[in-house]
């Protein structure tokens, strides 16, 4: 997918919101637990009531693996409904890979190639040979850990007197096919999203830590949207656990319709 399609779904349907498929067995309704696959029941119930609300779906890698193969069959079973279904939905394989450059391009292959995913999350720490191989695909985007919301981000992302997020934005721009480049910031570091947009003014964002985590979706729109919107805001417990009853789809779409509604009233806002 290119990103201008993308801004085109964000204006066409007055939202940013990514939602992310983080099914944890403890705390699926109790009802989709006799299905045969739970964790698929649940994924496609809440991807057809948030869908309209959506342009975006972030299924987290965590979630399928600690289930071993049955967990796989539910990935792969969960981006072919996405990719048959919902077409013009991004999608996000929440992976935060990186490794030496033959290991990166063996998982860029498994994301890219195998399941058809639209991204995947990529860790930079050990530099431009771990992170080139998920550029080289053509249609296809890494999203670059920046700077996260998390509170160990303060150990290493960021310093009073040289910000590693910086250093590895800046450095970032000059690998091979950087245009292919997206980069996670945390919406609960609003303070730095201005400084940030002066140096990748015109690449996407992926923002999660709005809603449970506590960042200002307000704040996130006022600094970092661009020309393009470039953003993509994601909620995962937000919008998937409203309700642990039979009721829970209905309950995930009017969390997802009530983030859409104050998206549009920012993009009225905000949009250049």
Known sequence: MTLAFLTGQILAKKTFLCVGLDPDLDKLPKHLLTESDPVFAFNKTII??????????????????????????????????????????????????????????MYAKTFFDLLDFDSVTVAPYMGKDSVEPFLEFEGKHTILLALTSNDGARDFQLDKGDNLFEK???????????ENMMYVVGATQTAHLKKIRKLIPDSFLLIPGVGAQGGSLEDVCRFGMNKNIGL??????????????????GKAAEEAQK???EMASYLEKFCP
């Not at 934005?169 to 096919?177: A, C, G, H, Q």
């Open 259 to 261: 983030i859409q509604s």
């Open 168 to 178: 590895v934005i800046e450095t970032s721009k000059k690998w091979k096919n950087a």
């Open 48 to 105: 057809d009531a948030t869908a309209p609300y959506s342009v975006a779906f972030k299924p987290n890698l965590a979630f399928y693996e600690v289930l071993g193969t049955k967990g796989w069959v539910s990935l792969e079973k969960t981006i072919g409904y996405l990719n048959t279904n919902y077409p013009n939905h991004f999608t996000i394989a929440d992976a935060k890979r990186g490794d030496i450059g033959n290991t990166s391009r």
């Open 232 to 249: 993509l805001v994601n909620s995962s417990r937000g919008i998937i656990y409203q309700s642990g009853g039979k009721d829970f789809a």
